[in-house]
Every structure is written in structure tokens, then in C-alpha cells.
């Protein structure tokens, strides 16, 4: 079962515009990462933000989190046609035998 | 620093024969996972590794699938028969730490295509 949910399954911008990515889920977590995957390749991590963190950045990536609302939100400022890629959020829930649970993820399509 | 590696990169098989993937995960990382990634979707975990030790292996089909870690290190993932349903990308992950609660780092995928 995929307890995060990404919004929307794909997007498509100009190298240059920002792109914002939202992540749902369902139970309690104790953090949520992002991670990217090229076109046949493994995925690469991103960024984790704790449950007790708010927000978090790197680089051109930020990443917002509203555990009241149980969601998560991603952006990538001044994209580039490299960011080209399918991103997913990925919870970690809570207790001794939690495990990474993946959303379906979203197709990012940064037009040069 | 040498990533996670693991072979074959691409394999096809006719249903009902056997197949093996191997993963050599970053050295020096304790925890090793198998996952399972179709098309469209995200990766779901099919067993966790803390050295040689499964620790979560709830989510393995056992009765064609299995794994070992021998010495804590190389893992082998093994399907027996293989099934048409099978086909999917087999990934494999490790992290420094025994929790979920670190970043995990793949490897590029085993592509199995079972015709």
C-alpha cells in the first residue's frame, strides 16, 4: 500500500518557473523525504524534513511540512531542463518495524 | 565513494524459470533493502536487511521469492518460478543506520521482463 499521495501526477513548466509538487498522507510520520528518479536510474535523495520541522531547504529546493494536514509540499525554484524527472515523497512512520512508504509520484517536465 | 551497484542491469526470462539479482551495497552501510518498483509507481519495500538479519520481510511473496546477505554484505534476491506479474524493476537500497529515519541510497534497478 502507497500512503503518500502526490499532487499533481505531472507537470509540465518552462526552464526558469518554479515548480511546486504536494505530498498527503495518512498516518502519523516521523519524517518525509523527497527523492528524484531519471528516467531509468535508481532514485536519488533529496531532502528529509522531520515531524517536528516545519521547513527546510537546500540549494533551490524547499520543502514545507503541515503535519496537521498531513502534507508536504516541494518546490524547485529557477528550474532547469535537468530537473527533468519523476519525484516521489516518501513517509517514515513510526515504532520499531516503520519502513519508507512511496507515493505514485509526479512527472516533472522542465521545457528549455 | 562508490555507489550501490547491482547486476544485471536488464534481464528477460520465460515464466516459470528461476532469477537472481545481486546488490553490493555502499560499504560500510548496515542496512540493506529490496524493493520493488512498477511501472507508474513508487518503489515498495520488499525486505529490509540490518547486516545479516531480515528484520522486515512481511511484504515478500515466499513462496517464489527469496533473499540472503551472507556475511552481512552482498545480498541476493532469487524469484522461483517467475511470473508474468513479476515483471518490474527490482531496486536495492542501503543506509548507514538500522532505522528508516536516514536517507537510503539506490542503486540503478534490475529491469526483469518475464515473457
Known amino acids: 500500500s502507497q500512503q503518500g499521495e502526490e499532487d499533481p501526477q505531472a507537470l509540465s513548466i518552462q526552464e526558469g518557473e518554479n515548480a511546486t509538487m504536494n505530498c498527503s498522507y495518512k498516518?502519523?510520520?516521523?519524517?518525509l523525504q523527497w527523492y528524484r528518479q531519471n528516467s531509468g536510474r535508481g532514485l536519488v535523495h533529496l531532502i528529509l524534513i522531520r515531524s517536528n520541522e516545519r521547513e527546510k531547504h537546500s540549494g533551490r529546493l524547499r520543502v514545507t511540512l503541515d503535519t496537521s494536514k498531513k502534507s508536504s509540499s516541494l518546490l524547485i525554484t529557477a528550474s532547469r531542463a535537468a530537473d527533468t524527472a519523476s519525484y516521489f515523497c516518501?513517509?517514515?512512520?513510526?515504532?520499531?518495524?516503520?519502513?519508507?512508504?512511496f507515493g505514485k509520484g509526479i512527472t516533472l517536465s522542465v521545457r528549455p | 565513494e562508490a555507489g550501490v551497484v547491482q547486476s544485471p542491469r536488464y534481464k528477460i526470462i520465460e515464466k516459470k524459470q528461476p532469477v537472481a539479482f545481486w546488490c553490493n551495497p555502499i560499504?560500510?552501510?548496515?542496512?540493506l533493502y529490496w524493493y520493488l518498483q512498477n511501472l507508474g509507481q513508487g518503489p515498495e519495500l520488499l525486505i529490509r536487511y540490518e547486516n545479516e538479519e531480515a528484520v522486515d520481510d512481511s511484504q515478500l511473496p515466499k513462496d517464489r521469492f527469496s533473499a540472503e546477505r551472507l556475511k552481512g554484505v552482498d545480498s541476493t534476491l532469487k524469484i522461483q518460478p517467475a511470473e508474468l506479474g513479476d515483471s518490474a524493476v527490482y531496486l536495492c537500497?542501503?543506509?548507514?543506520?538500522?532505522?528508516?529515519?536516514?536517507?537510503?541510497?539506490f542503486g540503478p534497478g534490475t529491469r526483469l521482463t518475464v515473457t
Open positions: 537500497a542501503s543506509s548507514p543506520r538500522g532505522t528508516d529515519s536516514y536517507e537510503q541510497y
Open positions: 560499504s560500510g552501510h548496515n542496512t
Open positions: 498516518t502519523s510520520i516521523n519524517n
Open positions: 516518501a513517509t517514515d512512520g513510526i515504532g520499531a518495524n516503520s519502513k519508507l512508504t
